[in-house]
């Protein structure tokens, strides 16, 4: 089984201020894990994942995520926040059986200028 | 490269009728997803089709079916429409089995 938790239904900071959007998992084999954001009134946009090697990913609009295997998270990070980044955020994850990811339920940002 | 097409964006029906939404797959995905999104329970999976063939099934009831064609495109079909299926319908092809998810704008649906 499969599951993921974002803890956060919403997320505020101040533009400029670093970001992190928590996410933790539970799988039965070595995790597949994923970031989406999600803009209002359009799909999901992939925005980085980890599936091997370094625990620190980098992805699009200077986003990145940190694998910590203890403490079986993945959370989401930007050095300086901007009001364009306001949107939901979505973690998924999968084990290396299952070719359908689950979804959390989404943490929204809101990035206040 | 063209992206996730989905149509229609937004539609209305009414309980009991039914409902037929489209997606076009970016080209040489073979994997096609569905899924709903609604306020109370989140992404829902709903299918997931590979080389037309329907790999996997969410918990949703029979009212709701798909099918994938030759060309990867594939449609999601819903009948005798319940105020419930009020959602964003969204649809997502990808590469291969490691790769993620790309998804189209969505459907709206709004049954009255």
């Known amino acids: 089984a499969q599951s993921v938790a974002q803890p956060e239904d919403q997320v505020n900071v101040a533009e400029g201020n670093p970001l992190t959007v928590k996410c933790t998992y539970s799988?039965?084999?070595?995790?597949?894990l994923f970031w989406y954001v999600q803009y209002p009134n359009r799909g999901l946009q992939f925005l980085l994942k980890?599936?091997?090697?370094?625990?620190l990913v980098k992805g699009s609009y200077g986003f990145e995520a940190e694998f910590n295997k203890s403490q079986t998270s993945f959370h989401l990070k930007k050095p300086s926040a901007l009001v364009s980044d306001s949107a939901l955020y979505f973690c998924?994850?999968?084990?290396?059986?299952?070719?359908?990811?689950?979804f959390g339920r989404g943490t929204s940002l809101i990035v206040h200028p | 490269k063209a992206g996730v097409t989905q149509t229609p964006r937004y539609l209305i029906k009414t309980r009991g009728q039914q409902v037929t939404l489209s997606c076009s797959p970016i080209?040489?995905?073979?994997?096609v997803s569905w899924y709903q999104q609604t306020p109370g329970q989140g992404l829902q999976f709903l299918f997931e089709?590979?080389?037309?063939?329907?790999?996997n099934k969410g918990n949703f009831p029979g009212r709701f079916s798909g099918r994938q064609f030759s060309n990867s495109r594939s449609e999601m079909n819903v009948s005798t429409l319940e105020l419930g299926d009020s959602a964003l319908y969204l649809c997502?092809?990808?590469?291969?089995?490691?790769?993620?998810?790309?998804f189209g704008e969505g459907s709206r649906l709004t049954v009255l």
């Open positions: 799988v039965s084999g070595n995790p597949y």
């Open positions: 080209s040489g995905h073979r994997s």
């Open positions: 997502a092809s990808s590469f291969s089995e490691d790769g993620e998810l790309f």
């Open positions: 980890y599936i091997t090697g370094d625990n």
């Open positions: 998924a994850v999968r084990d290396g059986g299952s070719y359908i990811p689950t």
């Open positions: 089709y590979f080389s037309e063939t329907q790999r």
